[in-house]
């Protein structure tokens, strides 16, 4: 499956407990990877590891439950303003990868070490090896990277548009490249479609391996009843004029799916806006706010993938 951070880690962790983990493959964005005081961070990829992990603070649905921010936190003794909070647990993280980073080894492998640390026994994959960079163009703060937008901004700027830097030197890794050629059913998952899943569809080649599967791939929304779940999407859609509904979030996804889930919210869900290559669509539940409803959902994935596709 292909996701983001917080919405995608929550049916990640669905499928994990639902299918065999051998049988799961997680393709991570990290446009929003970043450096920070030295460390180099990747939130979606630790967000996603730490759901799996069941380490994740529940309440924000990032970084670790229950962790302090003494380090941070001490930075305002040399007259640093904090803007990141980057816990003490979760930094052993950051600290283990910016090491292994620095000795030359690949974000892939690094992520490996981690998760097989973690005993993670499905596979979580950072979409390239190559450093990418979203780059957002605002009304009111100029040029922001991303985590200046979304954290020390609170994403409040008008965003007028965004792009992805070096993303035409980042390369399809070998690992990626045979999950996607050998993968039964491809998800991506409900995570913002331009923030967290452009990045990976626009890695050069990476758009057309998908779309080359003759295989179910489903997009999950992450808009219902005309608002996100969490984050800035609906906020960008109607920046961007376009209608904060469903219906568009599978247009833009155009013919890299054929299948796609809206919610049950969404009864009047008009398959005659569609493209032609989404040949099929349903109606669940998808709002993951207990436990259950997360196994649920991937539950119900997997189920009406293997009847819908015959
Ligand atoms: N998101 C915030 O809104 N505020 C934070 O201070 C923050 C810290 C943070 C630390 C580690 C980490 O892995 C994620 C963190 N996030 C934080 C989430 C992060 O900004 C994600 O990139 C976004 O949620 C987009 O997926």
């Not at 439950?65 to 003794?77: F, K, S, V, Y």
């Not at 990868?97 to 490996?112: A, D, N, P, V, Y």
């Not at 003759?214 to 920046?239: C, N, Q, S, W, Y």
Request: charge should be negative.
């Amino acid at each position: 499956m292909l996701v983001g951070g917080v919405g995608g880690a929550k049916l990640a962790y669905g499928l994990y407990r639902v299918m065999p983990p051998e049988d799961l493959t997680i393709i991570v964005n990290t446009g929003d990877d970043f450096w920070h005081y030295g460390l180099r961070i990747c939130p979606d990829l630790d967000t996603v590891m730490y759901t799996l992990a069941e380490l994740v603070d529940k309440t924000n649905g990032w970084g670790v439950a229950g962790d302090t921010r003494n380090m941070i936190e001490g930075l305002r003794h040399f007259g640093e303003t904090p803007w990141f909070g980057l816990g003490d647990k979760d930094l052993a993280t950051h600290l283990l990868r910016t090491q292994m980073w620095h000795s030359g080894e690949t974000l892939t492998k690094i992520t490996r070490r981690l998760t097989s640390s973690l005993h993670i026994s499905c596979t979580i994959l950072p979409m390239t090896d190559t450093p990418v960079a979203t780059i957002f163009n605002t009304v009111e703060a100029g040029e922001l990277p991303f985590q200046e937008y979304f954290v020390k901004h609170r994403w409040q700027p008008t965003v007028t548009s965004l792009r992805f830097d070096d993303i035409e030197n980042a390369v399809v890794s070998t690992s990626v490249r045979s999950a996607i050629e050998n993968a039964d059913t491809i998800i991506i998952g409900p995570s913002n479609p331009w923030l967290s899943v452009d990045p990976i569809l626009n890695i050069p080649e990476m758009r057309d391996l998908i779309v080359a599967r003759d295989v179910p791939r489903i997009a999950v929304t992450p808009i219902i009843a005309g608002d996100a779940v969490k984050g800035p999407a609906a906020k960008l859609m109607r920046e961007w004029g376009y209608p904060v509904s469903a219906e568009r979030v599978a247009q833009h996804y155009g013919d890299v799916i054929n299948g796609f889930i809206h919610d049950v919210a969404d009864a009047d869900f008009d398959t005659a806006k569609l493209t032609d290559s989404v040949v099929h669509s349903v109606a669940m539940d998808t709002m993951m706010t207990t436990y259950e409803k997360r196994e649920q959902l991937a539950r119900q994935i997997l189920k009406w993938t293997e009847e819908t596709y015959l």
